[in-house]
């Protein structure tokens, strides 16, 4: 080869490797993943510690068989094949959804399900997290090109739809869940109000709430965020756009709270251009369970914003403070 022809052969090599590094840059997004928690290098092998605690192998697994059973026809009829990878062994802390050749996949992780915060509820709400983002509809990762449903929407789709079904199953009725503190006297007293006269449903409204109580110590530690998390101190953040990454650790724990006060039917499916449809928003008469503004940011045909502000964090405080105010809170009632 002539130096000439090297010159002109080097530069032609790094337009290829470039074309070829953009192609799979921008390739088709249902090749990406995405997980319940932010990335992280967390570890809990079999043999550790914090091993004896979370839940077993085979609690493990028939929470995976709940969850399985309850959604693969659903995705069936979506056009989809529902797959959980079940790595008991792997000592990743996380979960993650991805769309591979028509096959709706679900990685389980054994490292997050032995976490010292997990519950069999709990970790059927991180199931659910990940069948939220292949079914959770808008708002979605990018704007709406992409296959899955952003962080925000997956958490709000796990109490408002997913957990549902799953908790109206007779098969999770003997799972492990967090029975609580003084916050499930705040949660019942709010799905009272949610599902008035229904004590099936307030009952299912407390424990999705619950479960996401559970996970929340483990969203603060990975965070480091070290304020005490409770149903009745939400997030007042509100955001200029929607935030399609992980919320903050309360943010989080008030979007589990708000999905499972949404009282809208839980048959009716999210759309995926459309984030008012199958949805709790105020322009349809709903006072309880919206999306929290600390991650999303209501479209102005669906929500004057102005009057979000003025009825949901003035509501939210005067719950609190009432809440705090009550005698039997303090006295173990």
């Not at 080869?1 to 390739?27: H, R």
Request: glycine share 8%.
């Amino acid at each position: 080869m002539s130096k000439k022809e090297k010159l002109f052969f080097l530069p032609a090599v790094m337009l290829s490797t470039c074309l070829i590094l953009s192609q799979n840059s921008f390739s088709d997004s249902s090749a990406s993943k995405e997980s319940f928690l932010p990335p992280n290098q967390l570890q809990n092998p079999i043999n550790s510690m914090s091993a004896k605690s979370g839940i077993t192998e085979k609690q493990f697994n028939e929470v995976i068989d709940e969850v399985e059973a309850v959604y693969a026809p659903i995705v069936a009829a979506h056009g989809g094949a529902l797959v959980f990878n079940r790595l008991w062994n792997d000592p990743t802390v996380n979960s993650d959804a991805e769309q591979v050749n028509g096959q709706w996949i679900i990685n389980s992780y054994g490292g997050l399900a032995r976490d010292k915060h997990m519950t069999q509820d709990g970790f059927a709400l991180v199931a659910c997290h990940e069948m939220g983002h292949h079914l959770g509809g808008a708002p979605k990762y990018g704007g709406g090109d992409n296959w899955a449903s952003d962080e925000g929407e997956a958490d709000y789709f796990s109490t408002s739809k997913c957990l549902h079904r799953v908790f109206a199953d007779s098969g999770s009725a003997q799972f492990t869940r967090f029975w609580g503190n003084k916050d499930s006297i705040f949660v019942r007293k709010a799905c009272a109000k949610s599902y008035p006269n229904n004590q099936g449903e307030i009952s299912i409204c407390v424990r999705e709430a619950m479960a996401g109580l559970s996970v929340s110590g483990l969203l603060a530690e990975l965070t480091r965020d070290h304020k005490p998390l409770h149903f009745y101190t939400p997030d007042t953040h509100i955001v200029a756009q929607t935030n399609d990454n992980h919320p903050a650790a309360q943010c989080r724990l008030d979007t589990y709270f708000q999905g499972a006060l949404c009282n809208k039917s839980y048959l009716i499916d999210m759309s995926n251009t459309d984030p008012a449809v199958g949805a709790c928003v105020l322009s349809q008469g709903y006072t309880s369970g919206m999306r929290p503004l600390c991650w999303y940011k209501p479209s102005p045909d669906e929500l004057p914003r102005s009057i979000h502000v003025a009825n949901v964090s003035s509501a939210l405080k005067a719950n609190a403070m009432s809440f705090l105010k009550s005698p039997s809170l303090w006295k173990g009632r």
